[in-house]
């Protein structure tokens, strides 16, 4: 159980485009979703909490406007790079955890490589 | 600042041989801890969690907790060659979902 499913799992695009990246939780409920992003050979930091109905809360220095999240459903929050720009290349993974049951870990997506050329 | 440190490594251990992986946290609000497992290029796996003191084991994967150090480890016995990746410490704290990450230790286990 707790799947989480990421798309797309690899995107290049060209400088000054927008791309979209899906987070799917497959078999349970969150209300909660997690967006992180990697660079090489760093750890993950979180970019930005997506709360299902609400406005996502984005941790300081991360941009709101550049990276937008939607979280229309209880299965489904979208990360949408706008603009994207070279520097905006990393490795960006959702997570979630089933908030049916106390204290259940955070499951992550296979995560989204962006190259941006 | 709430803090989670781990040793970057890389921590080498020949086959066979058991890992010992260390953790410290700031928060001593701290409730819940993972360890995830996280291959080059890859996204983080979990491999255990824990709540109380004490140790959890599964399989070859052993967590112990010490709340009153702020201390957490994992250990893996007879270690692998497939068990080299950078290994996740994260904590979070009561009633809330946001994991506080370590900056990850690197182990390789050598034939």
């Known amino acids: 159980g707790a799947v989480v499913s990421q798309h797309p799992s690899w995107v290049i695009c060209k400088s000054g485009t927008s791309v979209k990246i899906e987070c799917r939780s497959l078999?349970?409920?969150?209300?909660?979703m997690f967006w992180y992003r990697q660079f090489p050979k760093q750890s993950l930091m979180l970019m930005a909490t997506?709360?299902?109905?609400?406005?996502?809360?984005?941790e300081q220095g991360v941009e709101k406007d550049k990276f937008l999240i939607n979280h229309a459903s209880l299965t489904l929050s979208t990360l949408t790079v706008t603009s994207a720009h070279p520097e905006d290349s990393s490795f960006y993974i959702c997570?979630?955890?089933?908030?049916?049951?106390?204290?259940?870990?955070?499951?992550f997506g296979n995560g989204t490589r962006l190259t941006v050329t | 600042q709430k803090e989670v440190e781990q040793n970057s490594g890389p921590l080498s251990v020949p086959e066979g041989a058991i890992a010992s992986l260390n953790c410290t946290y700031s928060?001593?609000?701290?409730?819940?801890f993972f360890w995830y497992r996280q291959y080059s290029g890859k996204s983080p796996e979990l491999i255990m969690f824990?709540?109380?003191?004490g140790d959890k084991e599964d399989g070859r994967f052993t967590a112990q907790l010490n709340k009153a150090s702020q201390y957490v480890s994992l250990l893996i016995r007879d270690s692998q060659p497939s068990d080299s990746a950078t290994y996740l410490c994260?904590?979070?704290?009561?009633?809330?979902?946001?994991?506080?990450f370590g900056t990850g230790t690197r182990l390789q286990v050598f034939p």
């Open positions: 994260a904590v979070c704290c009561y009633n809330t979902d946001k994991l506080i």
């Open positions: 824990i709540y109380s003191n």
């Open positions: 078999d349970f409920q969150a209300t909660t």
């Open positions: 928060d001593r609000g701290s409730q819940s």
């Open positions: 997570s979630a955890r089933d908030t049916a049951f106390y204290n259940s870990p955070l499951h």
């Open positions: 997506s709360n299902e109905g609400s406005k996502a809360t984005y």
